[in-house]
Nanobody, 124 residues
Framework: QVQMVESGGGLVQAGGSLRLSCAASGRSFSGYTLGWFRRAPGKEREFVAGIRWSVGSTYYADSVKGRFTISRDNAKNTVYLQMNSLKPEDTAVYYC?????????????????WGQGTQVTVSS
């Protein structure tokens, strides 16, 4: 059974940093893409960042480019999201997800496995 467990969320002031972790288990993720999505109150879920598990290539939403960095530790089966220069508009529940496809995707529907989410709140 595949499990995706996020951690690292919390309350931070604007301009601060947080690092989210997502521990993935239950299968090999070779060939998968792991992504981070978020859902802010009253808004639809949106893509944040993705990483190809095998080759490590990354891609980002324009809204976080230059501030957020996605990375993975293959040995620990863990993907990270380093978030710097946080803004109040980054406040959301952040989810990690895994999908099996050979190209990048920012569509949630393309991802097969999801975590339960972790709350990030950025105060002004």
């Amino acid at each position: 059974q595949v499990q995706m467990v996020e951690s690292g969320g919390g309350l931070v002031q604007a301009g601060g940093s947080l690092r989210l972790s997502c521990a993935a288990s239950g299968r090999s993720f070779s060939g998968y893409t792991l992504g981070w999505f978020r859902r802010a109150p009253g808004k639809e879920r949106e893509f944040v960042a993705g990483i190809r598990w095998s080759v490590g290539s990354t891609y980002y939403a324009d809204s976080v480019k230059g501030r957020f960095t996605i990375s993975r530790d293959n040995a620990k089966n863990t993907v990270y999201l380093q978030m710097n220069s946080l803004k109040p508009e980054d406040t959301a529940v952040y989810y990690c997800a895994a999908g099996y496809f050979s190209t990048y995707s920012d569509r949630g529907a393309d991802y097969d496995y999801w975590g339960q989410g972790t709350q990030v709140t950025v105060s002004s």
